[in-house]
């Protein structure tokens, strides 16, 4: 029910694209003003999650652990796994940030005939989610030379070096295949395996066909004749974008250019208050941007109110009587009772 949803959610998104592509008096809406506002809804969103995250309060260390905290000289501590410096949390959110190394070392429970229940690798994922993760970042910075004149230099070398296998004309990018697999095997792997689909819900699935529509747009209007574009055009609109132009959309870019839009602008109104935030929390998360010096520093916590202290010797002094009463022995016996 819930692929269905979420598909459903995604085919009027695309079916509002196709309808601005066919309706001349909806682009100007879809190419100026609705990126615009989907811009602005993105970075307001993004940095009001950020916001919250920093001013949350965290009263104590909670560094999650995999190995020996610094304690003895002559035990080596585990400086990544258990950082104790702040050099040591640089290094394991790097890892974290750019390999996803809690990932590459995730492990998968099957339950087999006995029953028994035996723990194995689930590479495959790590695999995916890095083929995904870096390829968006490259396909994004490729796209700098749509918003940008003259065009970067990283923008070109980028765009040489993921086309260096020269297929086709125009030359068919590594990172187009890598993304559209990456996502082709994290949509399937939803569907078919039985446990990740029981906890799946529309909001794990309508982001993946977002972006998975996105990629597909972008590679049609490459590479496919019939859904070819004018690149002049689409430049045109994204440098007016960059310059808050409000100068009238060029006609005649096709359907499908607007279908690419709608599913970008899409996406900017819905990462901020998504799953999809994760990219940012990553960064703001206690339990990994935190050094754990519990050992050999004292944490106090500064949300702490003043109260009032109750010694022992006033509490005896306020039950004298009834301690006396009960047989309970008294650290200060009156000099009667002495």
């Known amino acids: 029910m819930s692929v269905i949803v979420a598909f459903l959610l995604f085919a009027f998104v695309v079916g509002v694209g196709f309808l601005a592509g066919m309706v001349p008096g909806l682009q100007p809406v879809f190419g100026k003003f609705l990126p615009w506002l989907a811009f602005f809804v993105f970075v307001g969103g993004v940095v009001w999650r950020i916001w919250k995250w920093a001013s949350s309060p965290v009263p104590f260390r909670i560094p999650s652990t995999c190995g020996q905290n610094k304690s003895l000289d002559w035990i080596k501590p585990a400086r990544l796994d258990n950082p104790t410096t702040t050099l040591g949390v640089i290094g394991r959110m790097l890892l974290e940030v750019l390999f996803f190394r809690s990932l590459f070392r995730n492990t998968k429970a099957e339950v087999h005939d006995g029953p028994h229940v035996a723990y194995g690798s689930s590479k495959w994922l790590w695999v995916g989610a890095m083929a995904f993760h870096w390829s968006l970042l490259i396909i994004f910075m490729r796209h700098f030379r749509f918003f940008m004149e003259p065009v970067p230099f990283f923008a070109t070398g980028i765009a040489s070096l993921d086309g260096f296998m020269q297929i086709g004309i125009p030359e068919l990018y590594v990172t187009n295949i890598l993304i559209v697999g990456a996502l082709s095997y994290l949509l399937i792997r939803r569907l078919l395996n039985p446990q990740v689909r029981y906890i799946s819900l529309p909001a794990d699935y309508f982001p993946l066909m977002l972006i998975l529509g996105i ?16 690149l002049i055009k689409v430049k045109q609109v994204a440098m007016g974008f960059i310059a808050f132009d409000t100068v009238a959309v060029p006609k005649g870019i096709g359907a499908i250019f607007w279908v690419h839009i709608t599913l970008i602008c899409t996406l900017l109104f ?69």
């Open 215 to 230: 990629v597909l747009t972008g590679i049609m209007m490459r590479h496919f004749s019939w859904f070819r574009v004018d």
């Open 270 to 338: 819905y990462f901020p208050f998504s799953k999809l935030m994760h990219a940012g929390g990553v960064f703001m998360s206690p339990t990994r941007n935190l050094a754990n010096n519990n050992r050999f520093k004292r944490h106090v916590n500064p949300w702490n109110p003043e109260v009032e202290v109750h010694e022992y010797e006033h509490w005896e002094h306020m039950y004298h009587d009834k301690m006396v009463a009960c047989g309970l022995p008294l650290d200060k016996p009156t000099d009667e009772e002495a």
